[in-house]
């Protein structure tokens, strides 16, 4: 599910999983695989914290650890396993900066970092207007709700077929997958190579890997409810 609305704003977690169970049940769907990459991860762990697998099949979450700040006090091994790209106590400074007059400045850099150099660069600018929709200070308050959540405590309680795709050359250290993958009971994982595009945008690079791993996946799981 994607979809532009008039009056892009700047959603908290855990308010946002109304939506998608609003357009799941418009449309009467069963029996759904929802599909998320980056923040909407957050959503989708947002909505099995509040509804459980209600009109869920499955699903699959696309590049994005479950903490992303890392405290002073974790170990080396516990911040490049956990995947989280930012340290807690810089994390306000952080959010300032985003609000900024140099904010559009940092959404182009950030941009840079979830492509590989093979991706042109018109589609990288184009990726960078899309993110200019939403104004800035609705974008850090959004970040900020982002950031400040930790989604581990709730991982051991889905019980859905969970599929994890990461990519070899995303913002993320790869390793987190392990992690996220041990923590989810029935979960596989699926690593795309740099070469093959997988950045942290590998669903714009190649999206085509991204629907080849997807695909068997569903097929390999068949429906449980009739």
Known sequence: MAGRIDRPTAIAYPVSP???????ERLDLTDVTLVAHSMGCGVAWAYWDLYRDEYLQRFVLIDQPPVLASF???PEDMVIRS???HEAVDVP????ALRSAHGEELAAGAVETMFTSAMPKEQKAAVVQQMLLTGRAEASALMFSQIALDWRDILAEITIPTLLIGGEASLFAVQYIK???AAIPDSKTHVISARDGGSHMVIMENAAAVNAAIRPFIESTPLTRF
């Not at 109304?18 to 799941?24: H, K, Q």
Request: charged share 15%; no cysteine.
């Open 18 to 24: 109304p939506m998608p169970i609003r357009v799941i």
């Open 72 to 74: 002073p006090d974790w």
């Open 83 to 85: 995947g989280a790209p």
């Open 93 to 96: 400074a952080f959010i300032v």
């Open 179 to 181: 992690d996220l993958s």
